[in-house]
């Protein structure tokens, strides 16, 4: 059974930074892109991140210049880092998996994901 756990979530400070980080289990963690992705009330799922099996990375316009995401293919972790958050940062942030080694940017390109974390930017 696939499991994918976020962590990391929580209140910050506009301008401040946060780690989200997603623990995988239950798939061939090596060969699956995984991506972040984060929704608010009565709005679609939209993609933020997404790395691919060997490191090769994309992001949204909006987070691209101060995130990061990194993966651990030893201990099955991915990391998000976002730096110089704003107020409509603030969402529900999901981790999730596709089986597939390539980049993907859509919902349903993924087979797998988590409960989410919740990310508030508020002073």
């Not at 992705?37 to 060997?54: D, H, L, Y």
């Not at 409509?88 to 390109?109: F, I, N, S, W």
Request: hydrophobic share 30%.
């Amino acid at each position: 059974q696939v499991k994918l756990v976020e962590s990391g979530g929580g209140l910050v400070q506009p301008g401040g930074s946060l780690s989200l980080s997603c623990a995988a289990s239950g798939l061939t963690f090596s060969n699956s892109a995984m991506g972040w992705f984060r929704q608010t009330p009565g709005k679609e799922r939209e993609f933020v991140a997404v790395i691919n099996w060997s490191g090769n990375s994309a992001y949204t316009p909006s987070v691209k210049f101060r995130s990061t995401i990194s993966r651990d293919n030893d201990k099955n972790t991915v990391t998000l880092q976002m730096n110089s958050l704003k107020p409509e940062d603030t969402a529900v942030y999901y981790c999730a998996a596709r089986t597939h080694k390539y980049l993907g940017t859509m919902p349903e390109q993924y087979d797998y994901w988590g409960q989410g974390t919740q990310v508030t930017v508020s002073s």
